[in-house]
């Protein structure tokens, strides 16, 4: 389940129902921990394929050979240990849903294959004849965290692939652009992980707590959120509340600064550097100081955005959407 109402949320779960009453191929991208699976599931779980198989494959997790006999299956005798006759995933989900995790991790001959097969519907199992081919009926949903438009730019992905899978596009957010979501997200994290506990009803997270945790930039999403609430919460679990001071000890054994630890504007020209050189500067600063990194940029800028825009390497949409998200969340008005 897909959790959480704000705009970001909401256009995801539109996506994910438009997607749902389609066969199309899905391309699901987004950062590591967004909930890419989830999203899939989703996706079919909505679908009128939801009483056929979901099959599941992290494609970065295999090697070549293991993954062309997972997806496609092999024959008896062909290869070194294979004794019998066995289905591939494309086989085995008949006309349900076969979802392939890091995609983009695909080696190229291994991208040739699948290529093939998306475009023939048709498989044949490692060691069998052309003839033996057997017809696929599952759809097919991919998903990664890779840039693929670089990566072939690169010459690391076929461009011919790209195409063949990008037919309907979803992209899973970052947890930094739907932080309003949080309380809820930690409310449900706390019910699944603790279903049978009575924490789940009696922990609770403080003003000061809350407030905290959405100043983190996040660079874990939500998979990082729930090792944080799962730690806090065995941390605090005879207590029963979860204070500020409770999340900064955690956050900092995990490689966080704390804003206070440092002069402002040590943090905003370190993370201005950072911009320049291009690394993720943002990641590593709270969601005040990001604000503050962009309005510097701004203001260096002479107040245009487009300038300012480029300046830290993103797109003037993006940079006008970010300040106006964070100005809305800080209770801070600075452009309109």
Not at 11 to 30: E, F, Q
Not at 139 to 155: P, Q, Y
Not at 313 to 318: A, N, P, S, V, Y
Request: proline letters at 3%.
């Amino acid at each position: 389940m897909i959790v959480g109402d704000s705009q970001v949320v909401r256009d995801l779960k539109n996506l994910i129902l438009r997607a749902a009453d389609s066969d199309s191929t899905v391309l699901i991208t987004g950062e590591s921990g967004t909930g890419k699976e989830l999203v899939a599931r989703s996706i079919h779980d909505l679908s009128p394929r939801r009483k056929e198989p979901f099959s599941a494959v992290n494609c970065g997790a295999l090697t070549e050979s293991l993954l062309e006999s997972e997806l496609f299956g092999h024959v008896k005798g062909a290869f070194t240990g294979a004794n019998t006759y066995k289905k591939g995933l494309f086989e085995a989900a008949g006309k349900g849903t076969i979802f392939l995790d890091e995609f983009g991790e695909m080696s190229s001959l291994m991208q040739v294959r699948l290529l093939r097969v998306l475009q023939q519907r048709r498989v044949r199992p490692v060691g069998s004849e052309e003839s033996k081919e057997i017809e696929i009926h599952a759809r097919v949903v991919v998903a990664t965290n890779r840039n693929l438009k670089r990566d072939i730019a690169e010459g690391r992905f076929r461009q011919d692939l790209y195409y063949r899978v990008n037919v309907f596009p979803i992209h899973s957010p970052a947890l930094r652009n739907h932080i309003e979501d949080l309380p809820v997200l930690i409310d449900t994290i706390l019910k699944k992980r603790y279903a049978n506990s009575r924490l789940a009803v009696s922990l609770r997270f403080d003003t000061g707590a809350v407030r905290l945790l959405s100043d983190y930039s996040w660079p874990g999403n939500v998979r990082e959120l729930e090792n944080v609430i799962e730690r806090l919460a065995n941390n605090t679990m005879k207590i029963g509340v979860v204070s500020a001071m409770d999340v900064k000890i955690d956050l900092k054994h995990n490689g966080w600064s704390d804003p206070d630890d440092e002069p402002r504007e040590i943090i905003l020209s370190k993370g201005l550097k950072c911009l320049n050189d291009g690394c993720i500067a943002v990641r590593h600063l709270s969601r005040r100081d990001e604000l503050e990194l962009y309005l510097k940029a701004l203001d260096e800028s002479e107040g245009d955005l487009s300038k300012a825009a480029r300046r830290l390497g993103i797109k003037r949409t993006t940079l006008y959407m970010r300040i106006k998200r964070m100005q809305h969340n800080l209770d801070r008005n600075v452009i309109t």
